[in-house]
């Protein structure tokens, strides 16, 4: 009898840590889902908003560029972060995580050190485990399921 229970107490260790696992994957993909879709809803109302104005985004500089492209995927990401019920000093550390290598892409484009497109691979390929290394340091705090704010 007691190994039954010892093993039913394992069990549902595992299962709880396998729904862990599951909603700290959930989350990071939704992020990514939601700053994908702030590019291209944002970069698309930029285009459309400069288009009308009689210019275009690739008119600015590459930093400039490089600091939109970083607002248009931090502002949703937040907003949604703020839908799950996320408290807003997780929401200011996964900004920073974002904004961070932000501007230090955007300010090596302005020095000339790299072009407009390698400044955003630089800024790309930063943020992204930048965001990971801050969701692992509260794993807590993105492991556990997140229900709608009300």
Do not use: C
């Amino acid at each position: 009898m007691n190994h039954g229970s010892a093993t039913l107490t394992l069990d549902t260790g595992l299962s709880a840590r396998s729904r862990s696992k599951r909603a700290f994957a959930r989350h990071f993909g939704e992020m990514l889902i939601a700053m994908f879709l702030g590019m291209g809803v944002f970069g698309g109302l930029a285009a459309l908003g400069f288009a009308a104005a009689g210019g275009s985004s690739s008119d600015l500089p590459g930093g400039v560029r490089v600091m939109l492209m970083g607002i248009y995927m931090t502002v949703p990401m937040l907003l949604w972060m703020r839908y799950r019920g996320h408290a807003a000093a997780r929401n200011a550390e996964m900004a920073m995580s974002m904004m961070v290598p932000t501007v230090a892409a955007a300010a090596l484009a302005f020095a000339g050190v790299l072009g407009t497109g390698a400044a955003l691979g630089v800024q790309h390929a930063v943020m992204v485990p930048a965001m990971l290394a801050v969701m692992l340091w509260r794993y807590e705090e993105y492991a556990r399921p997140h229900a709608r704010r009300d």
